[in-house]
């Protein structure tokens, strides 16, 4: 098993920055591809970037390719979301999850773990 804690969420301006990290428990985390999702009030949650076991492979939704990264960092059980040029659309509860199987996947369903979630807000 698995637990996760994001932090770094918070209130920035549009065009502004905000890394997101999510820390990870277990001594198994660098086996699980690791993924950010988001929801936003009164809409379906949806996935945002995933990385590969070893960061080597990277997935990202088209709203935020260019503008996002994830990375991680398995010595220290931590994946990171730097976002960039955010825009009033990124607000939302952002949510980091783990994946046990080896596919890097945008499917909410195949992540088995979830942290409870940090709010960003993007002023305009």
């Known amino acids: 098993q698995i637990q996760l804690v994001e932090s770094g969420g918070g209130l920035v301006q549009a065009g502004g920055s905000l890394r997101l990290s999510c820390a990870a428990s277990g001594r198994t985390f660098s086996s699980y591809v690791m993924g950010w999702f988001r929801q936003a009030p009164g809409k379906e949650r949806e996935f945002v970037a995933a990385?590969?076991?070893?960061?080597?492979?990277?997935l990202y939704a088209d709203s935020v390719k260019g503008r996002f990264t994830i990375s991680r960092d398995n010595a220290k059980n931590t994946v990171y979301l730097q976002m960039n040029s955010l825009k009033p659309e990124d607000t939302a509860v952002y949510y980091c999850?783990?994946?046990?199987?080896?596919?890097?996947?945008?499917?909410?369903?195949?992540?088995?773990?979830w942290g409870p979630g940090t709010q960003v807000t993007v002023s305009s």
């Open positions: 999850a783990a994946d046990p199987l080896t596919l890097v996947t945008a499917r909410g369903a195949d992540y088995d773990y």
């Open positions: 990385v590969s076991r070893s960061g080597g492979r990277t």
